[in-house]
């Protein structure tokens, strides 16, 4: 993840106190990263292109600081959700059966590492979509529809 954060135009944002708002950094161990669904021509692709290592590192950016024993157990109903640096791309938190938090798939291995500038969560994998046959590091789509969105709020209300 090092390796990606100094590619990126990040760097600075991750090691500077004081003078942006305190974070959390979402960070995946390299053994990590390294058996995730990226394969390692992939890696090396977002090392050397600045603007893929920055949608990269921003999937991994909390802008509020977020402890671990703020997050409850949720339902399917009520989840909550946390916002990235990667506009328009949130991630359901939830602690799990066996009292683990979870942030979108990832599990936090470590909790609430204190920084100067914010918290880090040591997580199991890298933040990318649960689905490979996405572009994993485009920017999501916005919602342009209200038609679509009125469209899933129907199936949602079908379901109860």
């Not at 359901?92 to 914010?118: L, P, T």
């Not at 490979?132 to 379901?159: H, I, Q």
């Amino acid at each position: 993840m090092r390796d990606i954060v100094e590619a990126s135009s990040f760097k600075d944002y991750l090691s500077s106190s004081g003078v942006h708002p305190p974070f959390t950094l979402l960070a995946p161990t390299n053994h990590a990263i390294e058996n995730s669904r990226v394969s390692t021509a992939r890696l090396q692709e977002i090392k050397a292109k600045k603007e893929d290592a920055d949608v990269f590192v921003k999937r991994h950016i909390l802008p509020t600081p977020l402890c671990c024993s703020g997050v409850g157990v949720s339902s399917w109903l009520f989840t909550n959700r946390v916002k990235t640096l990667n506009e328009n791309l949130t991630y359901k938190i939830r602690k799990d059966s066996r009292n683990r938090v979870r942030i979108g798939e990832a599990v936090v291995q470590q909790c609430d590492k204190m920084a100067s500038n914010g918290i880090v969560h040591i997580v199991d994998q890298p933040m990318v979509p649960p689905r490979p046959a996405w572009n994993v590091f485009a920017a999501p789509e916005p919602v342009t529809s209200d038609r679509r969105r009125a469209s899933d709020l129907e199936v949602l209300l079908f379901g109860l």
